[in-house]
């Protein structure tokens, strides 16, 4: 795509620095902005700024506007996060303080609660109502950077400096899944911080990726659905969803501002920016994104999407990114894997993981292969439900429109061996055809067993017992042989080796 040749003027606000954040008010006409100078600034769409009368000591890291826009929260180096009144930006207290610099604050989709996270081992969830502390979740390694509510109110995701993305329950507070090093490692001193977002669907949460992209996790699973990139040739550090889900807005390293169409996977336009673009965020009610670089300074990108295409704030056109149904095409000891997996934590490899490339020509390929060739789909049913419907399900812009045909299993015949019990005692001596093993040993007697022409040969104590394990036993018409004798017991082992 082109580069655009629309550049927002920028404003001095904030002094330089790695951190610097921006919101929009909820009506679309007041900027909020903060950086390294400690300093809340209420960019009014008049002209004029407003700023609160009680302030951070040190920079501030993280802003946060609850979604009925009255409650304005902010955090910082100096280890407290702040609440203020929305929109006349009135002190009402300190909510919370933590031991260490906090990085990171999001509000719940009803407002109820508000996530605080940084460098302390611990995200805290505190009530909007009382200010108390509702839970702390612990589980990651270092510190969280970014924060992001499921717009389904079921999940809370983090993200911290070594790129490990955690699902958190709301309702208990446990870990859902963990996805190891699914972004990249950042340093607390590097402007790129790997911010998460959900889509507002809540069908996929959108991670910056390993390939300097932006990598899809599904909202239940946890697995890739797509990847979008070609864009960015340096790492992603903060990306921002329109307000229906349409169109993605990142930047990074690179010094540009990229927009994506979502649903089509492609780049629409980029902007080259002088200095390294820090936070943005969507207009909700126009076709406009708000820029603050770490210089301080902020900006307006005004019709960033062109006019023939829908508009960013349209909510008629929020549609979930995930056009289909999951398809379970895995052997039966895969499922067995998978289900045995699910009582217990993800542990998923992000950096490794690609479990659908969004390059079409290859999805095509494999998808045919799967369901095209019969041998290939031997012992597998391929049938996938939409609702009550078993029906057809677009995959890539339709080019495969059906997944109708029943592939019936094949049973085979063929009964494997039975593998025998491994040694469940210390001192077992080795199994060697034609000699004899002892399986235990001590005062009281013995075990002993010898193979030999298909017999098996086991003695306890003074009792043997012999039986055929010919290949009458596996499926032909005979029935197994069993026979046993009974031997006098003897006193000395050495006799019954000879």
């Known amino acids: ?135 702390v979740m612990k589980g990651h390694d270092g510190p969280v950077v970014s924060l992001a509510f499921d717009p389904k109110n079921e999940f809370l995701a983090s993200v911290d400096t070594d790129g490990t993305v955690i699902y958190w329950s709301l309702d208990t507070g446990a870990k859902v899944h963990t996805l190891k090093h699914a972004a990249p490692d950042v340093d607390l001193e ?53 307000p229906n889900g349409k169109y993605l807005a990142t930047t990074g390293e690179d010094r540009k501002v990229m927009l994506w169409d979502a649903e089509k996977k492609i780049d629409l336009d980029r902007l080259k920016v002088l200095s390294q673009v820090c936070a943005l ?15 301080g300074r902020y900006g307006v990108w005004n019709d960033a999407i062109p006019s023939h295409l829908a508009s960013p704030c349209d909510l008629e056109q929020v549609s979930s990114l995930v056009t289909r149904q999951e398809l379970l095409h895995f052997s039966d000891d895969e499922a067995e894997e998978k289900a045995s997996a699910s009582d217990s934590e993800d542990e998923i490899i992000g950096a490794e993981v690609d479990l659908m490339d969004d390059e079409s020509d290859e999805e095509e390929s494999m998808l045919r292969k799967e369901f095209g060739d019969s041998k290939a789909s031997n012992g597998l049913t391929r049938k996938v439900s939409q609702g009550k419907d078993s029906a057809s399900v677009k995959v890539k812009e339709g080019r495969i429109d059906s997944l109708n045909d029943t592939v019936p299993r094949q049973h085979s015949s063929h009964k494997p061996m039975p593998e025998k019990q491994p040694a469940f005692q210390p001192g077992v001596t080795q199994q060697t055809v034609g000699t004899r093993r002892f399986l235990a040993y001590n005062l009281l007697g013995c075990i002993i067993t010898s193979e030999g022409d298909g017999v098996n040969h086991v003695e306890v104590g003074g009792l043997a017992f012999y039986w055929n394990v010919t290949s009458s036993l596996f499926g032909l018409d005979k029935p197994a042989c069993l026979r046993s004798s009974v031997v006098r017991y003897v006193t000395k082992v050495s006799m019954k080796l000879n």
């Not at 082109?2 to 006409?29: M, Y």
């Not at 906090?102 to 200010?131: E, H, P, Q, Y």
């Open 281 to 295: 965020a969507w207009k909700p009610t126009g076709n406009s994104l708000a820029l603050i670089d770490v210089e």
């Open 190 to 242: 590097d402007p790129c911080v790997n911010q998460i977002a959900w889509h507002p669907s809540g069908d996929v949460l959108a991670v910056p990726g390993h390939q300097f992209d932006v990598v899809m996790y599904d909202r239940d699973t946890a697995e890739v659905h797509f990847r979008m990139r070609g864009g960015h040739n340096t790492s992603i550090g903060f990306l921002a969803w329109s």
């Open 1 to 135: 795509m082109s580069v655009s040749a629309k550049h927002p003027k920028f404003t001095e606000a904030h002094g330089k620095g790695p951190r610097a954040c921006i919101l929009w008010d909820n009506q679309g006409q007041d900027i909020i902005t903060a950086g390294a100078d400690a300093r809340l600034l209420i960019h009014k769409s008049g002209g004029e700024s407003l700023t609160p009368s009680v302030l951070h000591q040190k920079a501030v890291t993280s802003l946060a506007l609850s979604p009925n826009g009255l409650l304005l929260a902010s955090a910082s180096l100096d280890h407290s996060v702040k609440l203020y009144s929305y929109p006349g930006a009135t002190f009402q207290n300190n909510v919370t303080r933590f031991s260490l610099p906090i990085r990171a604050l999001a509000f719940s989709v009803t407002g109820g609660l508000l996530a605080a996270a940084g460098d302390d081992d611990g995200i805290k969830l505190i009530s909007t109502v009382d200010n108390s502390i509702v839970r």
